[in-house]
């Protein structure tokens, strides 16, 4: 059975840092690209960032600026993503998944005064 589990979230003033973990179980991690999606309150998913199954090659939409990292764990089965200099409008509940389908609960990031 395949399990996401995301963590790291939490609430922070703007322009401070949070770092995201996914942890993943119940298939074959090193075979997937894995990628991270948000939710913001009364929108659609938004595509946040994705790496290739190698780790080699990592993408990010046009919002993040260079503000995020996505990584994965050399031993474990995890993902992350580094967000740094996070701003009100990055507020939403981050998810991370595979396939388009599997998807975890979500860890909710909220950027506040």
């Known amino acids: 059975e395949v399990h996401l589990v995301e963590s790291g979230g939490g609430l922070v003033q703007p322009g401070g840092s949070l770092r995201l973990s996914c942890a993943a179980s119940g298939f074959a991690f090193g075979t997937y690209e894995m990628t991270w999606v948000r939710q913001a309150p009364g929108k659609g998913p938004e595509w946040v960032s994705t790496?290739?199954?190698?780790?080699?090659?990592?993408y990010y939409g046009n919002f993040v600026k260079g503000r995020f990292a996505i990584s994965s764990g050399n031993t474990l089965n995890e993902v992350y993503l580094q967000m740094n200099s996070l701003k009100v409008d990055d507020t939403a509940v981050y998810y991370c998944?595979?396939?388009?389908?599997?998807w975890g609960q979500g860890t909710q990031v909220t950027v506040s005064l």
């Open positions: 998944g595979y396939g388009g389908i599997h």
């Open positions: 790496i290739t199954k190698g780790g080699d090659r990592t």
